[in-house]
């Protein structure tokens, strides 16, 4: 945040004078990240911000962290974007186990 309140980009979010990054640059260069990555389905963005999103769930990032992380105003957009995996839905059930029968 800066001094007025204001949310401020980091490097790499938008051009070194402030202004918005170039669209086509932008996808440009994501096209790019997917030829290098041998990804073979033409993944859109905003594909990428919902693996985004489900990974940081898995690895117990809180909900409200990874809100911060994809820029939204509201928890109730963050939570859309969830993709309930098995790994999330067992470590769900184990630490409820753990938490009605274990010592």
């Keep these: 945040m800066g001094g007025g309140g204001e949310e401020v980009a980091g490097p790499g979010w938008c051009e070194p004078d402030g202004s918005p990054i170039d669209s086509r640059q932008d996808w440009e260069e994501w096209k790019e990240l997917l030829r290098l990555a041998e990804v073979e389905k033409d993944a859109r963005v905003h594909e990428a911000r919902h693996t985004a999103e489900t990974l940081?769930?898995?690895?117990?990032?809180?909900?409200?962290?990874?809100?911060?992380?994809?820029?939204?105003?509201?928890?109730?957009?963050?939570?859309?974007?969830?993709?309930?995996?098995?790994?999330?839905?067992?470590?769900a059930m184990a630490r409820m186990g753990g938490a009605l029968w274990d010592e």
């Excluded at 109730?76 to 999330?88: A, C, G, I, M, P």
């Design 56 to 91: 940081l769930l898995e690895q117990g990032i809180d909900m409200r962290v990874v809100q911060v992380i994809l820029g939204h105003s509201q928890l109730t957009t963050t939570k859309r974007y969830t993709h309930v995996t098995e790994n999330l839905a067992g470590d």
